[in-house]
């Protein structure tokens, strides 16, 4: 029985008078690969931010391989943060520093690495998703959509994080830049990397993930694994939320 | 304690703030009305005379205050000229404001697109009078801000005018200071009162920037 | 004797007391800008990061320095510290009171850098397990003070231009020093002409060097605005 990395329980979030979250509950457990999708504004991207507390929720729990995160953590925010990676939309790459530093730089200053140590791991990462030596002394700014975003899942693992959160990963990216960065994606699920994915990519979803969730105003209305969602909806909404994406992209 | 001593003296103080009010109007008066001038040849004059002017900003702007009111002061009457200790200082703070209201207005006048001269021209406006009539109202509400910002630095530096005996509210503090025996009482009182006005200068200065903003049109600050 | 004749004739007389006079200018500029800059950045860090009572009292802080005269802030230190017991040397009492003056100016420049950076970058700072002492000195001060670079200059050469009001502390900066020699010659006219292109000639020098330095520091894809105000 494999453990559970990630549990989500109830977790409620409001701005003002919106209710973002409502309710949301899950769990993830070592391995597997899970997908949320839905609406835009259906919370997917501040359910992610929760769960790093970058933005705190109001009520709930949350728990990362058994140790509390909300609302009372166990440790510090920092350290529960280093075992969690994050992947944003628009990669937020350190903007100052070459992509090698970029993802050097969480294994010097907060894992307290040696530097050569420091910099073998991150070889290691940027070789993982294919970011070859000539690149690695690139500034972001020089480097294409789809290159910052692998350097950006470099920094994730370099950190042996226990579960990698991915906020649409490949929704700020011209389309033939997607594939490379799915491919990457596609290829740390094979490795089994527990991951949580927000994203539009249903191809990618059916390949590649263990179940799909959907996510709408601020509850998670069906779950199932991608054959289920995908050829036989059982929810009214989702079934809208199928065809609007299928319309879309082939 | 001091302060009873002190109280007597206040209106000592206060005699210094009509200088130190025309010295600053004064000043930017001055500065408004040159730096207008010399912004308008940067900008259209030709070529050499254009240079010149900018030569003439930068070296003002890059002489202190008080290098310029001796030189006003001291030096000119080597030339013949000599102005008593108020015109002086008048006329030095207008010198450096006007160097840096140029600057400024220069700046406010580059934003604005080249197709609103084009235009004026092209309904047969002189050069003089496009800029009268389309550039210059345009350019003043963007330069708002940093006008408002260089008044408010001629009005505290009214108080390098010490150097050369003029009686505003700086003076005025320093001797009422020798006399008591206590600087840090008439200092802070007028430290206040130049916290007063600058206060008011931005909140005017905000409502300026509101009543005369246009739709569409940005601006610094 | 011609005008010209007259300035390289003070020139040649007096020039240990121009020398003297230009080191103790350098001197306060140098020592204000750096304290300027040291507290200016906490209090930039401060007022974007810390907590509601201490952004009010920085804010009072700077909104008190800029809304007064630094001569005034100048006599403050020099004549009312000696109350509660503090009594300085001129020198060291002008480039305190200037160093408190810049830091107020300076937290602003930067404070502005500052929350120009985006927000992503913090957020993936924040991320990989940084605490957000590391996140502001790892990585939003590298970006924000690069893009300070020009604000910072114009700082620096205002420092060198307002040093002249150490005078009135009677500092034997520059314009003191002419004064002394004026006192002998009375050839004012060339004496602060002399001054003036001292002054012109170091403000050119530092915006010169200062554009070197930005154009070593700078990161492709990071844009500053250059546009000086």
């Known amino acids: 029985m494999k453990d559970v990395v990630l549990r989500v329980e109830n977790l409620w979030k409001s701005y003002g008078t919106t209710e973002v979250l409502r309710g949301v509950e899950f769990e993830v457990r070592r391995g597997e690969v899970k997908v949320i999708m839905g609406p835009s504004g259906a919370g997917k991207s501040t359910l992610l931010r929760c769960i790093n507390l970058l933005v705190r929720p109001d009520k709930g729990r949350i728990e990362l391989e058994g140790d509390e995160v909300f609302p009372h953590p166990s440790k510090s925010i920092s350290s529960i943060r280093q075992k969690i990676g994050f992947v944003f939309q628009h990669f937020n790459l350190f903007m100052h520093l070459t992509a090698l530093d970029n993802v050097r730089i969480g294994l010097i200053k907060v894992k307290k690495m040696p530097k050569e140590e420091a910099t073998r791991k991150a070889i290691e990462a940027l070789e993982m998703v294919g970011i070859g030596k000539e690149l690695w002394h690139k500034y972001p700014a020089q480097l294409s959509g789809g290159q910052q975003q692998r350097v950006a899942i470099a920094r994730a693992i370099a950190m042996e994080p226990s579960i990698i959160l991915m906020d649409e990963p490949t929704s700020a990216l011209d389309p033939e830049l997607v594939g490379e960065v799915l491919r990457v994606i596609e290829k740390l699920a094979r490795n089994r990397t527990t991951m949580l994915i927000v994203t539009h990519e249903m191809g990618f979803a059916l390949r590649a993930a263990d179940e799909i969730m959907i996510m709408d105003n601020g509850v998670i209305v069906e779950r199932g694994s991608p054959e289920e969602i995908l050829r036989n909806p059982k929810h009214e909404r989702t079934k809208r939320f199928i065809n609007s994406i299928l319309g879309r992209v082939a | 304690m001091f302060l009873s001593e002190f109280t007597n003296y206040i209106p000592v103080i206060l005699n210094g703030l009509p200088n130190t009010i025309i010295l600053a109007f004064g000043g930017f008066g001055i500065g408004l009305v040159f730096g207008t001038l010399l912004a308008f040849l940067e900008v259209y004059a030709p070529k050499p005379i254009a240079s010149a002017a900018s030569l003439i900003e930068e070296v003002i702007r890059g002489t202190p205050l008080l290098v310029i009111m001796f030189i006003v002061f001291f030096g000119l009457p080597e030339l013949g000229m000599s102005l008593d200790p108020v015109h002086a200082a008048i006329v030095s703070i207008g010198i450096r404001s006007l160097a840096y209201q140029s600057q400024i207005i220069r700046g406010a006048i580059s934003s604005i697109p080249a197709g609103q001269l084009e235009a004026a021209l092209s309904i047969g406006m002189t050069r003089g009078q496009a800029f009268l009539y389309v550039v210059v109202p345009q350019a003043f509400r963007i330069a708002i801000p940093g006008l408002v910002n260089q008044f408010t630095i001629d009005l505290k530096d009214t108080s390098i005018a010490y150097a050369i005996g003029v009686a505003e509210i700086f003076t005025q503090a320093i001797h009422v200071a020798q006399v008591i025996l206590d600087y840090l009482t008439p200092l802070v009182f007028i430290g206040l009162i130049y916290l007063v006005m600058t206060l008011t200068v931005s909140y005017i200065s905000e409502y300026l920037y509101r009543r005369y903003a246009i739709p569409g049109l940005g601006g610094g600050g | ?229």
């Open chain 3, 1 to 229: 004797m011609s005008f010209m004749e007259r300035v390289i004739e003070v020139v040649y007389n007096y020039s240990p007391m121009f020398l003297e006079g230009l080191k103790n200018t350098l001197v306060l500029t140098a020592t204000s800008f750096i304290m300027g800059f040291v507290f200016g950045a906490l209090i930039a860090v401060g007022r974007v990061y810390g907590p509601r009572p201490l952004r009010l009292i920085l804010a009072s802080y700077v909104e008190l320095i800029r809304g007064t005269p630094m001569l005034l802030q100048l006599f403050l230190v020099y004549y009312a510290l000696p109350r509660i017991g503090i009594i300085l040397d001129p020198l060291i009492a002008a480039f305190l009171g200037m160093g408190l003056n810049s830091a107020a100016y300076q937290s602003e420049y930067l404070r502005s850098s500052i929350k120009a950076v985006p927000r992503g970058q913090w957020e993936a700072a924040l991320s990989i397990g940084m605490t957000r002492w590391q996140a502001i000195t790892s990585i939003v001060m590298p970006i924000a003070l690069r893009s300070s670079i020009p604000a910072l200059t114009n700082e620096l050469v205002y420092l060198l231009k307002y040093s002249s009001i150490a005078y009135f502390l009677t500092v034997v900066e520059l314009v003191y020093a002419g004064k002394i020699i004026g006192a002998e010659t009375f050839a004012y006219l060339e004496i602060y002409t002399i001054i003036a292109i001292i002054y012109l000639t170091l403000s050119l020098i530092i915006t010169r060097t200062m554009k070197n330095i930005e154009k070593r520091v700078m990161i492709p894809g990071l844009i500053t605005p250059s546009a000086r105000m």
